[in-house]
């Protein structure tokens, strides 16, 4: 299962995991692997995020790659390969992203979507990867929840502003 804390997100895929979040030694070189850090941000911060020469994004100065957004769903598109959200956080003018699932198999939805409780205008938190498709900034997802506490909403725009003034200030 998923075990979420603050901006950090791991996967029980990971082996040699041990309690304290630490680093792992699972990859062939016996090299250490870093855990996967997600960094709370809005859709207005994505959208004036510069992307450098090796497509790498940087937000306020630090790269960033792996997300957490929250947001509203305006849509939902189900295709044979990946199902794509329309998601909306209202921080700015045209604030609307896809963010795209893809499918392990042909028509067979990943698990995380399967047991989404989809309606229209909902809100979700998404953990997910920023991406250059075609000259087009693009979220892929990894995990979705439904937000039933509004609270989970506060939370994550105070902990964009925690890591916002934490990178501009240190």
């Known amino acids: 299962m998923f075990a979420t804390s603050g901006g950090f997100f791991e996967t ?11 680093s792992k030694t699972n990859n062939y070189d016996g090299e250490k692997k870093k855990p996967k850090m997600f ?19 940087e937000v306020e100065g630090e790269p960033i790659t792996d997300i957490i957004i929250v947001g509203r769903l305006l849509s939902r598109d189900e295709q044979a390969t990946r199902t794509t959200f329309d998601i909306n956080d209202n921080t700015g003018e045209f604030n609307v992203f896809k963010v795209t699932f893809y499918n392990r198999e ?15 205008d ?10 250059i498709f075609k000259e087009n900034k693009a979220i892929v997802g990894t995990h979705i929840t439904r937000i039933t506490d509004f609270d989970e909403l506060t939370n994550h725009f105070l902990q964009v502003f925690t890591g916002s003034c934490v990178r501009r200030k240190g």
């Open 39 to 57: 960094v709370p941000v809005t859709l207005r911060m994505l959208q004036k995020s510069t992307v450098t020469q090796d497509d790498q994004f």
């Open 106 to 120: 042909e028509n067979v939805l990943p698990k995380c979507i399967q047991g989404l409780d989809y309606e229209p």
């Open 122 to 131: 909902c809100y979700v938190k998404i953990f997910g990867s920023i991406r």
């Open 12 to 22: 029980d895929n990971d082996t040699n995991a041990n309690n304290n979040g630490a």
